[in-house]
């Protein structure tokens, strides 16, 4: 840690406990010195990618906002979830104002200029994924399918799906929304559990500490092996991959459509820690590695592992192709990990150019990257949520509370940047819907 830094401060997104009282607080300094925020064209120049790779910044605001996560459609058009109410509600009292939009490009030139809301008041949504004629989204308690009847860009049908999500804390909420090969969707837990109905079926299920996956054209649901916080996703052959916030990376190894075929079985954990170092291991930040308040242990390790996702295309090099990204926004980064085969799992590396750096990581410490996704023009998309405060007022101590003020400045403010080798041309996007 640099000298003379102690009066400034980092906030962190969540480690892996569950109450406050699990935390070494740290007093505040006598004088707090808040980073200024950025404007979007200083917050670009300030981000450092992969040798040969480029940075673009494709939206920002006022077009997007809150940006958590995205997700295509089979027209072209990119949806965007914004957890604006994030963390105790817009009013800072509870109200809900959880938005999803979808961003278009009029000069079909990649470049975002068309913003459309599509939903709004939503219960802090966390997930989207485009179906049949409209899109799913995950909003505690419910998982909604959402639906323009009219033509105007504005959601006019909803319909509950699914109920029962429990209400925990917002960095803890179900998510995800991944197409599996077999045409179900999984979804992770998020660690806040719930008992699970389907609305078509009436059946339902208690997800405990398990993840789990739905039919949202029958209502079925099933549970599955493990428990991820934010990113469930997988592979081209359909291996499955989670997180939490202090272990960036495992494997779900085994199953548990398979397991429970036979109760009498007690098979082995069906989670593989596939990282080279396991848990919360070390990161390479660009920002400035300043005061925290509460566990100093945590500087530089993962402690807001979120968004795992498997790149699965050769656009960016085929170096890249298979490989695990994961976002990492305490420390304004996204790491890279390159997956290797080890008997019937894997092990997680990093790549011999990046041993003391990351793949992406930026020197503005309101970058907030909190989902990354891969485009269907072959480019990674990187959701930049954009705030002062990232971490929840639950783990905030009150003396640190009063110097920070605003624990929701940045709530106007959101970017989404696109990785792209240089000289080398994007893929158009198919228009699947035609």
């Not at 102690?6 to 607080?25: D, S």
């Not at 945590?298 to 807001?304: R, V």
């Not at 699965?312 to 085969?341: I, K, M, Q």
């Not at 929701?408 to 994007?426: H, S, T, W």
Request: proline share 7%; with cysteine.
């Amino acid at each position: 840690m640099k000298r003379g830094l102690l009066a400034r401060w980092l906030v962190i997104a969540g480690l892996a406990v569950t109450t406050a009282t699990a935390y070494k607080e740290v007093p505040p300094p006598a004088n707090v010195v808040l980073p200024k925020a950025r404007t979007p064209a200083e917050s670009l120049a300030s981000i450092t990618v992969a040798p040969g790779l480029e940075v673009e910044l494709v939206a920002a605001e006022p077009l997007v906002m809150d940006p958590i996560d995205l997700a295509w459609g089979p027209d072209g058009k990119m949806w965007v979830v914004e957890m604006a109410d994030y963390p105790l509600g817009v009013d800072g009292a509870g109200k809900t104002g959880g938005r999803i939009r979808f961003l278009e490009s009029s000069r079909s030139d990649g470049r975002f200029d068309k913003s459309t809301l599509f939903a709004d008041g939503l219960n802090y949504p966390t997930s989207v994924a485009p179906w049949r004629s409209g899109v799913l989204v995950t909003a505690v308690p419910d998982i909604l399918y959402l639906e323009d009847t009219d033509g105007d860009g504005r959601a006019d049908k909803t319909t509950r799906l699914f109920t029962g999500l429990a209400e925990g804390n917002q960095q803890h909420l179900t998510n995800g929304l991944q197409w599996s090969l077999d045409g179900w969707l999984q979804l992770a837990n998020g660690d806040s559990g719930g008992k699970i109905q389907s609305l078509k079926t009436g059946k339902v299920i208690d997800i405990g500490r398990r993840d789990f996956r739905i039919q949202p054209d029958t209502g079925e649901i099933e549970v599955l092996a493990g428990q991820t916080q934010v990113g469930r996703n997988r592979d081209d052959w359909g291996n499955w991959f989670g997180c939490n916030n202090s272990n960036p990376s495992w494997h779900y190894a085994l199953e548990d459509q398979y397991l429970r075929r036979n109760p009498h079985l007690a098979p082995p954990n069906a989670i593989v820690s596939i990282g080279a170092i396991p848990g919360a291991s070390r990161v390479y930040p660009k920002s400035e590695t300043i005061a925290r308040f509460n566990d100093p242990h945590g500087h530089n390790h993962f402690t807001s592992a979120c968004g795992t996702m498997i790149y699965r295309d050769t656009l960016l090099g085929t170096e890249y192709a298979g490989n695990l990204f994961t976002s990492e926004p305490v420390h304004n980064l996204v790491s890279r990990a390159e997956l290797r085969p080890s008997g019937v799992t894997f092990k997680a590396e990093r790549a011999a150019t990046e041993q003391t750096s990351e793949f992406f990581a930026s020197s503005d410490n309101w970058s907030r990257f909190a989902g990354v996704r891969a485009g269907p023009d072959g480019a990674l998309y990187i959701a930049d949520m954009y705030r002062l405060v990232i971490e929840h007022p639950k783990w905030i101590p009150d003396a640190w509370q009063k110097q920070l003020g605003d624990l929701r400045a940045g709530e106007k403010q959101g970017r989404i940047y696109r990785v792209r080798p240089k000289g080398v041309a994007l893929r158009p996007v198919p228009r699947l819907d035609r």
